[in-house]
């Protein structure tokens, strides 16, 4: 997973595949998360300009994203 350091793969929302997840960190630093949410048939993302992965994994974990 993201918390391990860079991934790509499908995420789960209970015992589901929710969507595809790609987190990073780049070339210039910055720590970033894509994901899709195969409900909403949706693309987003998020970064972190410190390239602090993990705190950013935590958050998106925690609960980032639309309202359902």
């Known amino acids: 997973s993201c918390a391990e350091g860079s991934f790509e793969g499908d995420y789960l929302a209970g015992n589901r595949v929710a969507g595809h997840l790609v987190c990073f960190v ?3 630093g910055v720590a970033a998360i ?4 195969e409900l909403l048939d949706i693309m987003s993302f998020a970064w972190r300009d410190d390239g602090n992965l ?5 958050a998106w974990a925690e609960g980032v994203g639309p309202e359902r």
């Open 54 to 58: 993990r705190a950013l994994f935590d």
């Open 34 to 37: 894509v994901w899709t949410d």
């Open 26 to 28: 780049g070339d210039d």
